[in-house]
């Protein structure tokens, strides 16, 4: 008899998990009571982000943190507020800062991209998948020689690892991207990546979520408000019209709510360490003849990314996001923020800054762990896994962790899925 799968959730990691079980054999069906694709996967930066996987948590972040309180322009804000979550989380990413622990999570998480990259070609070609994606490759641009160092060093620990990257000078980054040239005095050089992608996360989710209706996979627009478990065994869940649903014999729940999982894990005794990190984006619309550069960059300074999506004869999107802040769990958006996004996008790309003013920001909040790894796979609770906390890097991470996650439901091969068990990781 097939696997019967229930996914709690239509981000991105959702419906990729369902994409994968299907193809696996699975009988599935996803619940959410938005449409998909428009939690924190709407509108993110779109970058397929496969060689910059590194954590937050590393010890270079550690003599920043003091800014992150004090400096209003500062790309990552702790917004300071009496939040019960925070200790316990706050001192985890603490205690991830090491050098040992970064290099780990960073090792793991490019054998998830790595997993996942030839998966989304797959279905981006055998599906016929539109989303807006390119493979031009990607610049991390520096304004500051010590930083632009220290990224030449992590890229030779990673060229150890398999990853293509080149450090160019500043003559070097400008032969490669002319559209640059008038930022000449302000960058030193860039790391350039050939191997990255940009697409446009949320259509890429729409366009999955109708292949799975089509092929026999139920999209039900309903909440799930809470899990019950007996002695050790996932039992039953209830929705939010009071109806309880008892789980079949053969049946397995994959909690893919992102940050909302950690809520609904909570009352098993299930302590899944996320946190929001709040961001933000702007999209503005191109001419077709619009001259900019073609492939994807990113101001490293700044922390922020200029993604060209699709093309055309109406030129496509750019989508700009940024910004990390601590900021609580409501995702609405601050005005200060909002316009310190508008006015560095706008100094970056003066040609397009009467749109970026002009244009309704995004905010979505990532569904962060301390350490970056994301928790996947089978919890303590009999029939019940998870597939979330990916965040900054959900777009990227979705398809290795649903191919993982689909392997080790149908093949009971948990292989891929070791270094981001919830009992590895605490
Ligand atoms: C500004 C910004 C830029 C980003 N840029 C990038 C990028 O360039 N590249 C990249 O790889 N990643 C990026 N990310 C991260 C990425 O967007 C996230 O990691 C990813 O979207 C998380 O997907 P998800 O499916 O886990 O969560 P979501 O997309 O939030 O989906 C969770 C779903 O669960 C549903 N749900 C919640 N509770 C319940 C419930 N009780 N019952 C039923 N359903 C429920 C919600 O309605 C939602 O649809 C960015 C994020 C932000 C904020």
Redesign the pocket.
Known sequence: MAERVTI?????????SALALLEAGCQVRI???????????????????WAFVAPLAEPGVLPQLPGWLTHADSPIRWVPRLDPALPAWGLAFLRACTRQRARATTTALLELAALGKPQLDDWRTRLGLDFDWRANGKLVVYRDAGALEKARRQAAFQRELGVEQEILDRGALLEREPGLERHRNSLVGAVWTPGEE?GD?AKF?RGVASHLENHGVSIER????RLESEAGRLTAWH??DGERQQRAANETLIV??????R??LAPLGIRLPLYP?????LTVDLDADERLFDTSVTDAARKV?Y?RLGSGSNGGRL?I????DLDGWQARPRASRVEMLKRQASEFLPDQASRIQATDA???????TPDGR?RLGPTDIDGLWI????????????PGSALATAQALSKRDIQALTKFRLSATG
């Open positions: 709690i959730g239509a981000g991105i990691t959702g419906l990729t619940i959410d009571p938005e449409p998909p694709g428009s939690g924190t996967s709407a509108a993110n930066g779109g970058q397929l982000s940009v996360c989710c309903r909440r799930i408000t929705f939010s893919a709510a992102g940050l909302a999982s809520a609904l990190l709040k961001g933000y984006s990314v993604a989508r996001a940024g910004i990390a995004w905010t979505g909040l990532r569904p962060a994301p597939n979330t906390g990916h965040g900054a890097l959900g777009w990227t991470l979705a």
